[in-house]
């Protein structure tokens, strides 16, 4: 099932998921970093990251939702979809419940955490891990997103649509 949403012939929302997960999951890191070394540089970083992924998970959001719509209905990969989708909310909204108590209850110029904000990030990073392999699930082993024509000797996606009839990968 190919992509409704491309540029260049690849789906946006493949090409725009890297950013927030690379983000929110650097954030993670270096709230760890922080944890370990107690330098608040760390945490300003995490705070900024987490603002970053964010923002890029509200931009690839719309684009896996229209994919999600033109899923036939009554198959593995709607329901694995709803679960990716509604998952990966989650994980947004427990970012953002994070970087406000990082805003909120830090002294003034820090953004170091509470325990609830750290709890917050960790469980979203968590939750990501998962939603992250059900996207895996629905390129990879059911296709969502896949090119009709993709196979080893396809031409280029900026030469036009691949061959149909080519020999499948």
């Not at 260049?8 to 270096?30: K, N, R």
């Not at 891990?129 to 390129?139: A, P, R, S, Y």
Request: charged residues 10%; hydrophobic residues 55%; contains cysteine.
């Amino acid at each position: 099932m190919e992509s409704r949403v491309k540029i260049a012939g690849h789906p946006i929302h493949q090409m725009l998921i890297p950013f927030p997960l690379g983000l929110l999951a650097t954030a993670v890191i270096f709230d760890i970093v922080w944890l370990i070394t107690g330098t608040a540089v760390f945490e300003t970083v995490a705070f900024y990251m987490i603002i970053a992924g964010i923002i890029g998970g509200f931009a690839a959001a719309p684009f896996g939702l229209v994919d999600w719509l033109a899923i036939p209905p009554n198959t593995r990969a709607r329901s694995v979809g709803m679960l990716h989708g509604l998952g990966n909310v989650v994980v947004l909204l427990l970012f953002i419940g994070s970087c406000w108590l990082r805003y909120n209850d830090a002294p003034p110029n820090t953004h170091i955490p509470t325990t609830l904000a750290l709890i917050l990030s960790f469980a979203g990073a968590s939750l990501a891990v998962v939603t992250g392999w059900l996207g895996g699930e629905l390129v990879d082993r059911l296709g969502v997103g896949v090119d009709n024509g993709a196979n080893l000797d396809a031409q280029s996606s900026l030469r036009g649509p691949a061959a149909k009839d080519a020999r499948p990968v």
